[in-house]
């Protein structure tokens, strides 16, 4: 998995490229520990993601609790194999989709 | 063997260097020291012939011209030879040998020739002829400088003019140099030129001796010092490397008996450094090796922990079959494969009562032991309170209250949890996040069911889930799976999806649970080939035979 990370102030747009599983999240979740502080607008998007597992899962999980306190986050340009997954969780009324 | 490879080759590849460089060497100085005493030597016979010029042109001026003033002319004119003139033939004869003279000759120039007067060559000696000379033709220069020089100047050797009355050249096939020199009568007139010719491959001769001894000397001396070489190398080097070679063939049992070594070797220099440098090695690979010793028993012990670990996981779920053998309406399979020691999927199924039985299928975020762990808690919880609760949707919302409350990890479950009324065949389900039921009703076909979906439990205190109902007719099967099914991957990436899951049960649709399962098993593994199980795998089946 590649991630590209745009930082423009309190913008932050995370595009990972690729699965997100066990074996990748820890990346994710590195990327995001690295870059959250001050961001207020938090973007994920998707597009390139051909794999989000439960692992992956967890990390945007978490981060939409620690988002829920600085200010908002989305994701966008989810796919569908991506949005049966959130479909099957329960998680398309947690997270803001465009 | 190898041992002597060693010595052989360190000893001579030195030796054999130092031959090299030192022929090298003697070869530059023979050439340098050659170069200087050809040289020398040259300048010394020169000197040599000039002095025999010189001596030979007196004799030659007394003889000739003082003593009984016959003169020149009337030996050449009469052609007839006196005691005068033998005694003189003798001088130069004398000079000749005195000198180490090649030839000399007295003789008088003409314009087109030269006649002899006298020459050490026997061939013309005594015969005064006019003739073109083929040993003094070519150097007509030569000749009117001795002619024209005047003695008291130019053949003074400390005024150097002396490059005009000699040359160099080959005559009757020997290099030569000819000095030419004037005969004076008493008036200081020359009325004859003396040539005295002295071989130069003598001065190479010479040389070539003195060159060929320097060689001779220098490989003697040569010889002796690679010899002294040879053996200091074999004491202070070979021998020393040898020791350490043993000592490095013995290490793996000093290694394993945890002994230090000691090579004794104490020359001081390099070696003895490469020496301690061994002995600390020795050392330090006994430690390195206690602490791998430690470490794998470490290790060990982990392992047989969860080998203990994924006995009691194994052991809490419900995995002897027949499970209710005694029971008609309904036959139950489920099988769990961990893809580590422990895994974080699992299943249950409890009768809640005489009619009733509760059916679990879940699979925790993560793997290995912290699945692990949360697994057990959320099994105990699940089975508990739908015991309690008797409601899959008030079950799942009391479990979810009590996950959430004590959640640091922030981990969560996946859960489909379902209670079936076995009179009625009526089959209360909530799904919690988990992937969709396959459902077969009789005479039908598998196909997934598309139920009502909630959030998962353990992420959000005070989440509702969705309850609902399905009517199973009898003979209906009803087949749950965890996404380590689902999202089983081969070498090439691809998942073995939904889809093929439903192609292998339909093609087993008519079988009891227990080979429902197992074909499943078997086609994701055939799927999957030699990539590694990522996930665990687990899978239920349950047939409603009705009351």
Redesign the interface.
């Given at each position: 998995m590649e991630i590209t990370v745009n930082k423009n102030g309190t913008e932050l747009t995370i595009i990972p490229i690729g699965r997100i599983d066990t074996a990748t999240a820890p990346e994710l979740q590195t990327v995001v520990d690295e870059n959250i502080s001050g961001v207020t607008d938090l973007t994920f998007d998707l597009q390139k993601l051909k794999y989000l597992s439960s692992a992956g899962l967890r990390v945007l999980m978490s981060t939409q609790k620690i988002m829920n306190k600085q200010g908002k986050m989305r994701l966008v340009h989810v796919n569908e194999d991506v949005m049966d997954v959130l479909d099957m969780t329960g998680l398309t009324d947690v997270f803001e989709i465009e | 063997m190898s041992k002597t490879k060693i010595i052989k080759s360190l000893a001579f590849k030195t030796t054999l260097q130092l031959f090299s460089i030192i022929i090298g060497v003697s070869l530059l100085a023979a050439v340098v020291i050659g170069i200087y005493i050809h040289n020398y030597l040259a300048a010394q016979f020169r000197n040599y012939a000039y002095e025999a010029a010189l001596k030979g042109t007196a004799v030659a001026s007394s003889k000739l011209l003082t003593s009984d003033h016959i003169g020149i002319d009337s030996y050449i004119k009469s052609g007839k030879v006196d005691e005068n003139y033998e005694n003189l033939f003798l001088n130069l004869l004398l000079i000749k040998d005195d000198y180490d003279l090649q030839r000399c000759d007295v003789f008088v120039p003409h314009e087109d020739h030269i006649t002899y007067v006298i020459s050490s060559d026997s061939q013309i000696a005594g015969e005064f002829l006019d003739k073109q000379d083929p040993y003094y033709g070519e150097e007509k220069d030569y000749v009117s400088n001795a002619m024209n020089a005047s003695l008291d100047t130019e053949l003074d050797p400390e005024k150097s003019t002396r490059q005009n009355l000699y040359t160099q050249n080959v005559k009757d096939g020997i290099k030569v140099v000819t000095y030419y020199m004037p005969v004076l009568d008493e008036n200081g007139k020359a009325v004859a030129v003396f040539a005295a010719s002295y071989s130069s491959d003598k001065v190479f001769q010479t040389m070539w001796i003195a060159v060929s001894r320097i060689i001779g000397i220098s490989l003697a001396v040569m010889v002796l010092s690679v010899g002294i070489l040879f053996f200091s190398i074999r004491k202070h080097v070979i021998k020393p490397i040898a020791q350490l070679t043993r000592s490095v063939r013995t290490m793996k049992e000093n290694v394993k008996n945890k002994q230090a070594v000691s090579t004794n070797i104490r020359t001081g220099d390099e070696i003895e450094e490469l020496a301690v440098s061994f002995e600390k090695m020795n050392t330090d690979l006994i430690g390195y090796i206690d602490e791998n010793t430690r470490m794998t028993a470490e290790k060990q012990r982990i392992d047989t922990e969860l080998g203990l670990a994924t006995g009691i996981q194994a052991g809490m779920l419900p995995d002897q079959f027949p499970a209710f053998p005694d029971r008609k309406d309904f036959d139950i399979y489920a099988s769990m494969k961990p893809a580590k020691e422990v895994g974080g999927d699992f299943y249950d199924f409890f009768l809640i009562d005489e009619n009733r039985l509760g059916i679990v299928m879940a699979?925790v975020?993560?793997?290995g032991v912290p699945a692990a762990l949360f697994m057990m808690h959320s099994k105990i919880l699940l089975k508990s309170y739908t015991l309690m609760k008797q409601s899959p949707k008030a079950a799942l919302e009391e479990v979810n209250r009590q996950i959430c409350e004590h959640n640091p990890e922030?981990?969560?479950v996946?859960v489909w949890l379902g209670v079936l009324d076995l009179k009625t065949g009526v089959l209360t389900a909530a799904n919690?996040?988990?992937?969709?039921p396959a459902v077969k009703q009789a005479g039908d076909r598998f196909a997934l069911y598309k139920d009502k979906?909630?959030?998962?439990v353990g992420?959000?205190d005070g989440v509702r889930f969705k309850e609902y109902e399905l009517q199973l007719t009898k003979g209906a099967k009803l087949f749950l799976y965890t996404?380590g099914v689902a999202?089983a991957t081969n070498a090439n990436?691809e998942?073995f999806g939904t889809d093929r899951m439903i192609d292998v049960l339909r093609t087993v649709e008519n079988k009891p649970p227990k080979e429902i399962v197992m074909a499943v098993d078997a086609a994701v593994n055939e799927f999957v080939g030699t990539a590694p199980q990522?996930?665990d795998l687990t899978m239920l089946c349950i047939e409603y035979h009705g009351a």
């Open positions: - | 699979d975020s993560g793997k922030q981990m969560f996946t919690a996040g988990h992937e969709k979906h909630g959030l998962m992420y959000m996404d999202e990436e998942l990522f996930d």
